[in-house]
């Protein structure tokens, strides 16, 4: 039972990073189908925006689910929220472009976007909140850390899906209807991963709170009244891991390619052997959190992770392919250190009353901040400052802030009864 748990809760977060993936890789090409063609930098710049609204929303709807989520059941805010991801996915595959209804175009891809954005707002949070809450205690770090590797999966299939399309396609012929397939795919995908999850349990946390009437009268009310620490603290510990995980793995491959010259072939297959790797790591990494605990795994992430980074984007700027081989796998094994321990001591961190809609937002809202923004925000830096290493100072600056925040304000959770512990008070 505990397995048919783990893989419906699954298979949710690995479409929804699916999409994720999709976007991101088709950003170009969306950029010349729905938007005119006068100046493409202009559309690129424009679809890319079109993308971070889907970041912007996820807050909105982590408050809708989450409300769902602490009132009536982890399960079935999950089942609503993988219900509403397959609706504007199948709509994407359908959308008409620019050259067929022209202003509508854009505006129906923004619309769907802020659909996309509201309906995944719970899905992520939600995942590590059920995984966590089903797992037993002392592999609880490692049934969390699945999440995570999920997320790996969903980018490496849109990857691989984008990869085969462009493959057997001529080049017109994707463009015209072959890009269409993957969003239709995954569409009908999540109608059967939604039928999967209508064979999912709920959480003993949400059962041992129903029914010993803790559970919250109004979750929204209570988060800004009472958990407004919780909220700001869980912004902090998402600092470095948002920031970090874009950079390495949605950054960098521009990164490489306008700074360092690298092909786009082999950026592209530099990034896709990496995230593979991830999806063996991120677990492992997992169960290490489980041997150590959460709060000297948070520490020694930030550590590291502050420690490398600009050694490791000064010796990647010597051009040298085997370097940067080196350079780029000490920086998955900390990024993949950092998802296992952060997903496990954010929810660990937050009360059970109003867990769903707190964490949700708060995660949400972080990644919001510093995830969506890092390809902007360095790429801005970089091109303000001439100098290849400022996005390795903006790095450093966010695992002080997590490093910072965990020294302060974060207890060790590890071997602790999750009910007991969060029930009682922070």
Request: net charge positive.
């Amino acid at each position: 039972m505990r397995i048919k748990s783990i893989l419906g809760s699954s298979l949710g977060n690995i479409l929804e990073w699916y999409d994720f993936g999709l976007f991101a890789i088709y950003s170009p090409l969306f950029a010349h189908l729905f938007f005119p063609a006068n100046d493409p930098h202009i559309a690129l710049i424009t679809v890319l925006s079109v993308f971070a609204i889907g970041f912007l929303c996820r807050p909105i709807g982590a408050l809708l689910f989450g409300f769902l989520g602490d009132k009536h059941g982890r399960v079935r805010s999950l089942r609503l929220s993988i219900l509403m991801i397959s609706i504007p996915t199948l709509i994407v595959g359908c959308l008409p472009t620019y050259a067929v209804i022209g202003i509508w175009a854009p505006i129906l891809l923004t619309i769907v976007r802020v659909w996309q954005g509201i309906s995944l707002g719970g899905e992520f949070s939600g995942n590590i909140i059920y995984l966590s809450e089903s797992a037993p205690s002392q592999h609880r770090g490692l049934i969390t850390s699945l999440a995570g590797a999920g997320a790996n999966i969903g980018i490496l299939l849109a990857s691989g899906m984008s990869a085969a399309c462009s493959y057997f396609l001529s080049a017109a012929a994707f463009a015209s209807w072959g890009w269409r397939a993957p969003y239709i795919i995954s569409g009908v995908l999540c109608l059967f991963v939604y039928a999967t999850r209508l064979q999912l349990h709920e959480t003993s946390v949400f059962c041992y709170l129903k029914e010993n009437k803790l559970l919250a009268s109004n979750p929204i009310r209570t988060i800004f009244k009472d958990n407004i620490p919780q909220m700001l603290r869980t912004v902090g510990l998402v600092c470095v891991g948002g920031t970090f995980y874009y950079l390495c793995f949605i950054y960098m491959t521009t990164f490489l390619t306008q700074n360092l010259q690298f092909s786009l072939s082999k950026a592209t297959s530099l990034m896709t052997f990496f995230i593979a790797t991830m999806i063996i790591l991120v677990p492992l990494s997992g169960m290490v959190c489980d041997y150590f605990g959460r709060r000297k795994m948070l520490l020694f992430n930030s550590v590291f992770i502050a420690l490398i980074a600009i050694p490791g984007f000064y010796f990647m700027s010597d051009h040298n392919i085997v370097l940067t081989f080196l350079i780029l796998s000490l920086f998955t094994i900390a990024s993949s250190l950092e998802q296992a321990a952060t997903s496990i001591a954010v929810v660990e961190n937050y009360p059970q009353q109003a867990r769903y809609t707190g964490l949700s937002f708060s995660y949400n809202l972080g990644v919001a901040i510093f995830g969506g923004t890092t390809p902007l925000v360095c790429e801005w830096l970089t091109h303000k400052t001439h100098f290849l290493l400022t996005p390795a100072f903006y790095i450093v600056a966010c695992a002080l802030i997590t490093g910072l925040v965990t020294f302060f304000f974060v207890d060790e959770t590890f071997g602790k009864n999750s009910i007991q512990h969060s029930v009682s008070g922070d």
